[in-house]
C-alpha cells in the first residue's frame, strides 16, 4: 500500500481553457495516507470521477502530478500503477465459478497456487461467500455478484490503493446498509489504503475516518465525519451534509455584530475577514424552541419518527428546528434560540468565526 500524493492537480476537458470555469478540477492538492480510509463525497458533475481516473491512469491531467509514496507516476499507464478498482457495476466473468473469480486477480500475476488457495478463503471467509465459492457466477444475485467484484478489488495484498467508484449504485436498499459496514470491517482487517466514491452521505460517512468534500472542481473541507458535522468549513459542506442540512441564513454586519432579519446573533467566535456576502450557518440540531429568543412563525412540522423538524419563518427566512418536545401548531407565534458556540459566520461560503483552541 502506498501513501498517495496529488500535487497541484488541475484538469480541463477543453483544448485552451481560460479562466477557473474551464477546469473541472480547479487546483487539487492532497495526501491520501498509507492505510487510511477515505470517502471523496460530492454531488454529481463536481469531479469525482475526473480524479479518479486521474488516480488510475485513465487520464492525464492537464498539470500537476501524481506522486505514489513519493515516486512521480504521472506518465505511467493504469496497468503499471498497481491499482484495484471496483467499480458501480459488478465486473465479474460468468462463465467462471466464484472461486475462480476471486482468484483471477492473483493468478493473472503469475501468484503460486498455494498462496492462491490462501487468499481466496481469507477473502472469501470476509465476505461471507465461503459456500458460493462452486456456484458459477452466472447464478449469482446481483448483490452477490458486486460481493464478488469487491472481493476481486481486496484479494490483492500488492496494490497501492483499492479505489471503489459508487460500488453500492446495484445494490438492493435494505442491503446496502450490510454491505457498508462490512467494507468498513474490512478495511479494519486488511488495512489497505482505500478510496470511496460516493455522492451519499450516510455511505462516505459509514465508511471513511476522512471524508474530502468536493464542490465544483474543489475540495471544500477535509475532515472525519465528525468534523465534517460539528464545524463546516465551507456552507456547502453544512448543507450538504445532515439531514435536514445546515440552515444558510442571510446577515448583515453591524458595528461588529452580525444581525439576521434585524436580530443580533451570539457568535462561536470573532468575526474574521471583511466584505463579501455574509451568512449565518447553524445546523437545526442546534436551534430549539424557546420562551425567549428571536420571533418565528411555524409554518410547516414534519414528524419523521425519533424527532420532528420545524421549519419556521423569521421575518422573510425559514429556519428548521430539529425538536423532540411538544410540536406547535402551523401558523404559531414562537421563540428560536440558537446556540451560540454552534452559530458560524461565513463569507462568500467559506468560514468566518475564529474560535480559541
Ligand atoms: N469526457 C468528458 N468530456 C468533457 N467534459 C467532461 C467529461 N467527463 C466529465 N466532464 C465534465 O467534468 C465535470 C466533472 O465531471 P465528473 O464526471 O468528474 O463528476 P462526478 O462528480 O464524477 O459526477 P458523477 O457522479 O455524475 O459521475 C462535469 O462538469 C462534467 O460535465
Known amino acids: 500500500m502506498a501513501k498517495i500524493t496529488l500535487s497541484e492537480l488541475r484538469h480541463s476537458y477543453l483544448p485552451n481553457p481560460k479562466g477557473a470555469e474551464d477546469y473541472a478540477l480547479k487546483m487539487i492538492d492532497l495526501d491520501w495516507e498509507d492505510g487510511g480510509a477515505y470517502a471523496l463525497l460530492g454531488p454529481s458533475g463536481c469531479g469525482k470521477s475526473t480524479l479518479l481516473n486521474i488516480i488510475s491512469g485513465l487520464l492525464h491531467p492537464s498539470e500537476g502530478r501524481i506522486l505514489f509514496d513519493g515516486r512521480d507516476v ?12 471496483v467499480f458501480q457495476f459488478p465486473v465479474i466473468y460468468d462463465t467462471m465459478t466464484v472461486r475462480d473469480n476471486l482468484a483471477f486477480p492473483l ?6 497456487e498455494g498462496r492462491v488457495a490462501q487468499r481466496v478463503a481469507e477473502i472469501a471467509a470476509m465476505l461471507e461467500v465461503e459456500e458460493m465459492l462452486d456456484t458459477r457466477a452466472a447464478h449469482l444475485s446481483p448483490d452477490n455478484k458486486q460481493k464478488i467484484s469487491m472481493g476481486r478489488g481486496l484479494v490483492r495484498d500488492d496494490v497501492n490503493v483499492v479505489m471503489f467508484d459508487e460500488p453500492l449504485t446495484v445494490i438492493d436498499p435494505h442491503l446496502k446498509w450490510k454491505l457498508r459496514s462490512k467494507l468498513k470491517e474490512l478495511h479494519q482487517r486488511v488495512r489497505a489504503t482505500m478510496i470511496y466514491v460516493t455522492h451519499d452521505q450516510t455511505e462516505a460517512l459509514t465508511f471513511a475516518d476522512q471524508v474530502v468534500v468536493m464542490q465544483e472542481g474543489e475540495i471544500v473541507q477535509i475532515g472525519t465525519p465528525v468534523e465534517l458535522f460539528e464545524r463546516p468549513q465551507h456552507t456547502f459542506v453544512g448543507h450538504f451534509i445532515g439531514s435536514p442540512g445546515m440552515n444558510v441564513l442571510p446577515a448583515v454586519e453591524q458595528g461588529g455584530a452580525v444581525l439576521f432579519e434585524g436580530h443580533k446573533l ?14 449565518v450557518g447553524i445546523r437545526p440540531e442546534y436551534v430549539s424552541l424557546a420562551d425567549t429568543g428571536l420571533p418565528a412563525t411555524v409554518r410547516k412540522v ?30 404559531e407565534a414562537v421563540h428560536l434560540a440558537f446556540r451560540p458556540d454552534q452559530t458560524r459566520a461565513y463569507r462568500d461560503g467559506w468560514i468566518a468565526t475564529e474560535v480559541d483552541t
Open 74 to 85: 504521472t506518465d505511467l499507464p493504469p496497468d503499471q500503477r498497481n491499482i484495484a478498482q
Open 107 to 112: 493468478r493473472n500475476r503469475g501468484v503460486d
Open 266 to 279: 451570539a457568535l462561536e467566535g470573532k468575526l474574521s475577514g471583511q466584505g463579501g456576502d455574509l451568512r
Open 302 to 331: 414534519s414528524d419523521v419518527g425519533r424527532h420532528a423538524v420545524v421549519e419556521a419563518m423569521v421575518g422573510d427566512t425559514p429556519v428548521k428546528a430539529i425538536t423532540s418536545g411538544a410540536l406547535p401548531p402551523q401558523g
